[in-house]
């Protein structure tokens, strides 16, 4: 069993930074690509940012220059440092990852921007 496990959500102010973890547990063995991905009231959920497990990254248009994503594979953990928040970034942000061949999602934190 695998658990994708989010921290690092809150309640920020316009400009502000924040930055998300996932941690992977359980039985990984393979832990190939990792990314976020977020969902806005009333908006279907939309991908943020990927990396795969050679650290290639790619980033929704929104965000880049924005936002990093990285990743320890030590820890198996993956991260999103979110810079210059706007209000429009606030959704619940989900953590996904793909283990061996099987995907996985967080249960999702919340990112709050206020103007």
């Known amino acids: 069993q695998v658990q994708l496990v989010e921290s690092g959500g809150g309640l920020v102010q316009a400009g502000g930074s924040l930055r998300l973890s996932c941690a992977a547990s359980?039985?990984?063995?393979?832990?190939?690509?990792m990314g976020w991905y977020r969902q806005a009231p009333s908006k279907q959920r939309e991908l943020v940012a990927t990396?795969?497990?050679?650290?290639?990254?790619t980033y929704a248009a929104s965000v880049k220059g924005r936002f990093t994503i990285s990743r320890d594979n030590a820890k198996n953990t993956v991260y999103l440092q979110m810079n210059s928040l706007k209000p429009e970034d606030t959704a619940v942000y989900y953590c996904?990852?793909?283990?061996?061949?099987?995907?996985?999602w967080g249960q999702g934190t919340q990112v709050t921007v206020s103007s």
């Open positions: 359980g039985s990984v063995f393979r832990l190939n690509a």
């Open positions: 990396i795969t497990s050679g650290g290639i990254t």
């Open positions: 996904r990852a793909i283990i061996s061949q099987y995907d996985y």
